[in-house]
Structures are given as C-alpha cells and as structure tokens.
C-alpha cells in the first residue's frame, strides 16, 4: 500500500463511451501525475499537476482530458478513444520541493478499449 | 534526445547477486532513481543517487557515474521474490523523470 489509490482498477470501453478514472493520494503531496505504461516501452508521462496547476502536457490526445479539482484528487476523462490507448494508466504524487522527491505509485487502471 | 538504456531481461539463481545496468543520455541532471515493479502491481521506489558512488541499503545497492552516465542495481542473496521489473528513472534539467523501458528479472530455484 503505497497511499495512493486508484479506480476502478480494471476498465473495458468502447470507442464511443466516455469513462473517468481516479487517482487519490493520501500522503499530503503536493505534485501528481498521470503515466501510461504499454508493454516493454518506458513509461509515458501524460500530465503533471504542480499545486494544483497543470505544468505539463506532453503531447497528450485530446481524448485524454485532466481534471485535478483539489491536491489529493486526480482524474482522467477519457473519450473516443482508440485501440492503441489500451494500457495500464498509472497516477503517481511526489513532494516537490524536497531532495530526491521520489514519486509514490498507485496500482494503475488497466484499459482496454475494443 | 534523451535516452535511457537497460537490459529487457535477466535471469539469475536464487541466493546468487546480479547486477542490472542503467546507461543514459539526458539534458542535464538531477538524480537517478531506481523502481521495482511486480507483475500487476505498482512501481515502488528503491533508490535515489545524485553524487557519484555507491549507497547501499540492506541487500540492495545501487551506484552512479555521472562522467560515464552510468548507473548499476546491485541485488544480492537474491531472492524468489525479487522477480520483477527493475525501472531506472533520470530526472533532466528540467526536473522531469525520464524512464527505461525496465528490465525483467527472473530468479530460478
């Protein structure tokens, strides 16, 4: 249990179907992200909320659309999305600010979009 | 581009050490992690290095070059439960986390 908390923890959607997945951390962090994890490639980081305040956005889709309403909540709604989207979605926080500022891990939604 | 090297897969015997290396090219730099994934679960951290050499932490240590960008994970008395994805992770001058693709550490009886 790392004090991040993510749901539902498995989702299956079709391509039209709007869905949102959610992340929570209870660590009083002030930084979280949202990572998308495909089989044997690095990581992807999608979005990264600084204080509340979007501070990356690497290029993400507009299907994939971030919503971080307060410190320790995190959402990611998802539209029409496409096949390829079909991953694990991993939400992560960290305490910016201090040394090495590890990012702590929830157990990530695995996707799949038919 | 930035880049960060290491192997897909290895394998080892229990109660034996391995070593699984980490090699990156990146714009500036600000730490190296290394993370353990098992299969289905979340990345969990394991090590943080910034100055150049060895910080050990119980069975596991892990040491950076900095001149070389180099890094290695050093496991020992492995282990059945030290299968899993190894993860290494460079925070750029930008402090943002540039991943491996992680290396997948199989231990046989």
């Known amino acids: 249990e790392t004090g991040v908390t993510q749901t539902p923890r498995h989702l299956v959607m079709g391509m039209t179907n709007k869905k949102s997945l959610k992340c929570e951390q209870h660590?009083?962090?002030?930084?979280m992200y949202w990572y998308k994890q495909s089989a044997k490639k690095p990581l992807e980081l999608m979005f990264v909320?600084?204080?509340?305040?979007?501070?990356e956005n690497n290029s993400v889709p507009s299907r994939f659309s971030p919503e971080c309403p307060n410190s320790s909540h995190l959402f990611l709604h998802l539209h029409t999305l496409q096949p390829e989207d079909s991953a694990l979605y991993l939400c992560a926080s960290s305490q910016e600010g201090t040394e090495s500022y590890e990012q702590y891990f929830g157990p990530g939604t695995r996707l799949t979009v038919t | 581009g930035q880049n960060i090297d290491q192997p897909t897969e290895m394998t080892a015997t229990e109660g034996a050490i391995v070593q699984i290396n980490c090699t990156y090219q990146t714009s500036g730099f600000n730490g190296l992690f290394w993370y353990q994934q098992h299969a289905g679960e979340a990345p969990t951290f394991l090590s943080y290095n910034v100055l150049d050499g060895l910080e050990e932490k119980g069975r596991f240590s892990s040491f950076l070059s900095r001149s070389k960008g180099y890094s290695y994970l050093l496991l020992k008395e492995l282990q059945m439960k030290d299968s899993a994805s190894y993860l290494c992770?460079?925070?750029?001058?930008?402090?943002?986390?540039?991943w491996g693709a992680g290396t997948k550490l199989i231990i046989k009886p």
């Open positions: 909320y600084n204080f509340k305040e979007q501070t």
């Open positions: 660590l009083g962090h002030n930084a």
């Open positions: 992770a460079v925070k750029d001058s930008n402090y943002q986390l540039i």
